[in-house]
């Protein structure tokens, strides 16, 4: 079973630049949620959706972020503009809806310079 | 919302030696509490979980206890190798919401 898929890996780009992460979750998971890692730190929840509904965007800092989930499958996350403390990695992950347990993607690595 | 501490922060340890995790949350509500493992550079992966109507869960050399009362739960790595190290995470969850700790970096020492 192919587990949450994450692109890009890694990530460049230049402040006041836009970016899009996408996230393809496991088959049959309904719920997705994308997750910001800065350095050290533990995950913290930006968006949770259960299909293609956002049920839990109270952390999306909206001014500035985005995130679609248009056919309940496939996610992006959107930055527009970047700024320097974006620099983090964005995890995406994914869970069977009423079941707790999450799978975590390998996360995209974005740096802002 | 949901605060988890997690204590230490980083742990050092004698191969074979024990390792022990502690964290604890705030919100009584909170009804299941995994335990991540994130090697660097890569996913976090669970290893262990336990959820709020079980005091312990043992899986081989791994085992968590929660004690509700308190708010506090913990893990325990027995006969540590080096492949344990890594940093992990612990969370507690509530409403498909899981909030983390800061992490522990654990190093085996061979």
Redesign the interface.
């Known amino acids: 079973e192919a587990?949450?898929v994450q692109s890009p890996r890694y990530k460049i780009i230049e402040k006041k630049q836009p970016v899009a992460f996408w996230c393809n979750p496991i088959s049959g998971h309904n719920?997705l949620?994308w997750y910001l890692q800065n350095l050290?730190?533990?995950?913290?929840?930006l968006i949770?959706y259960e299909n293609e509904e956002a049920?839990?965007d109270s952390q999306l800092p909206k001014d500035r972020f985005s995130a679609e989930r248009l056919k309940g499958v496939d996610s992006t996350l959107k930055i527009q503009p970047a700024e320097l403390g974006d620099s983090a990695v964005y995890?995406c992950a994914s869970s069977l809806t009423g079941n707790?347990?999450?799978?975590?993607?390998?996360?995209t690595r974005l740096t802002v310079v | 919302g949901e605060n988890v501490e997690q204590h230490p922060s980083t742990l050092s340890v004698q191969e074979g030696d024990s390792a022990v995790i502690k964290c604890t949350y705030s919100d009584s509500a909170s009804n299941y509490f995994p335990w991540y493992k994130q090697e660097l550079g890569k996913r976090p992966q669970l290893i262990i979980d336990i959820r709020s109507n079980v005091g312990e869960k043992k899986d081989q050399r791994i085992a968590v206890t929660l004690n509700k009362t308190a708010k506090h739960f913990s893990l325990h790595i027995t006969e540590t190798q080096p492949e344990d190290s890594a940093v992990y995470f612990c969370a507690a969850f509530r409403d498909y919401k899981l909030s983390f700790g800061a992490g522990t970096t654990v190093t085996v020492r061979a």
Do not use: H, I, M, S
């Open positions: 587990g949450v719920t949620y050290g730190q533990g995950p913290e929840l949770r049920v839990d995890l707790t347990e999450a799978f975590f993607g390998q996360g």
